[in-house]
């Protein structure tokens, strides 16, 4: 018999799971850390993501030897098995954490000869943001950063926290590796250069502390900014 004194629980789902599909292989989702503790992070969704459909905080474990350090602000990939505890914050099992912004992302530079004798214009100063601690610069020219099948001004992407200056300089170094472009290290403390079709950049190491960057036309040289 059923005793009328009994209060009735209803069934609770303690996690969200793929579909057969999604088993199949993991998913992942961009994010930024806006918190960071030694076992783990705790990361907001971007705007758009499937899971945040889910949950707009996410907490990601970070392993009991865990020697990573992720800082508040830090844009992330991360990839996970595909069940979400639904929790709050909600968790997810991940398989891999990568400090990035998103999948690809285009530079693209207009040559423009200057009107006047400078060549040379800053247009992010250290000072700006605690992300970098050099400034950057372009030469004879303007640049622009597709991300998502939108173009922006990169100072505004930078300041914006949709792409950093490290993942632009990642992608550089990986193109030299894979022969896309050519490049070569100066004889000063370690600058480098990598040359595009249309453009070059300039990542400053000098033995006196210059750590500057620097994104001009294809002929561009470090004797001309530096």
Do not use: W
């Not at 059923?2 to 069934?11: A, L, W």
């Not at 783990?40 to 009991?64: C, F, H, Q, T």
């Not at 030469?139 to 992407?157: C, F, K, M, T």
């Amino acid at each position: 018999y059923i005793d009328e004194n009994v209060k009735r629980y209803e069934s609770i789902n303690i996690c969200s799971y793929p579909s057969d599909a999604e088993q199949e292989s993991n998913l992942s989702f961009y994010g930024k850390v806006i918190e960071a503790h030694q076992k783990y992070i705790l990361v907001e969704p971007n705007e758009g993501e499937e899971i945040r459909k889910s949950a707009d905080k996410i907490e990601i474990g970070l392993g009991e030897n865990n020697d990573a350090i992720y800082k508040v602000g830090t844009n992330v990939k991360i990839t996970y098995t595909g069940y979400i505890m639904e929790t709050y914050p909600a968790k997810v099992e991940a398989t891999n954490i990568e400090i990035k912004s998103v999948d690809k992302f285009e530079i693209r530079f207009y040559d423009k000869h200057p009107q006047n004798e400078t060549k040379v214009h800053k247009i992010l100063d250290k000072s700006e943001t605690e992300k970098y601690d050099y400034n950057i610069y372009i030469y004879e020219g303007a640049v622009n950063i597709l991300i998502n099948g939108e173009e922006i001004s990169l100072r505004d992407a930078l300041l914006n926290n949709k792409i950093t200056m490290d993942e632009i300089i990642a992608k550089a170094n990986q193109d030299l590796k894979d022969k896309k472009i050519s490049g070569y290290m100066y004889r000063d403390g370690g600058s480098m250069i990598y040359n595009y079709d249309n453009y070059s950049i300039i990542k400053c190491h000098t033995l006196d502390g210059n750590r500057d960057v620097y994104i001009g036309i294809k002929e561009m040289t470090i004797n001309n900014v530096i």
